[in-house]
């Protein structure tokens, strides 16, 4: 069994290794999606990237990003690292993961 601890809900589960990570996260009562997309999302099919989550422990325990996740965070990368679509990552392994993470929009040094 792998095990995913989700930081800002404070809450450990254990999944079957292969689970994807959105999957895990909605059957066991955390928020994937944040404000409007609740409601407008593309439903676990890659397209909206709105339930991007954050690996902060343990990327070597999840699978590798495939080429249509890869290109739909080009647009979410800037600046932020470790960040994968929770709709398209498989667990593998232990975890820290933060859901609905704060992205930085404009870099480091966006005024300067």
């Known amino acids: ?4 601890t989700f930081v800002k809900e404070k809450k450990t589960i254990e ?9 895990a996260a909605m ?8 404000g409007i997309h609740k409601v407008l999302n593309c439903h ?6 709105s339930c991007v989550m954050r690996v902060t422990k343990g990327e070597e325990n999840v699978s590798p990003p495939g080429l249509w ?5 080009l647009f979410w990368r800037l ?8 709709c398209q ?13 704060s992205l930085n929009w404009h ?6």
């Open 15 to 23: 999944v079957q290794p292969g689970t994807r990570l959105r999957t």
């Open 27 to 34: 059957h066991n009562g955390v928020d994937v999606y944040a």
């Open 69 to 73: 996740e890869r290109m739909r965070m």
């Open 1 to 4: 069994m792998a095990k995913i």
């Open 44 to 49: 676990g099919w890659a397209q909206c990237g």
């Open 79 to 86: 600046g932020n690292e470790n960040l994968r679509l929770s």
């Open 89 to 101: 990552c498989r667990v593998h392994g232990d975890i820290e993961v933060e859901s609905t993470p």
């Open 107 to 112: 870099g480091e040094r966006f005024w300067g």
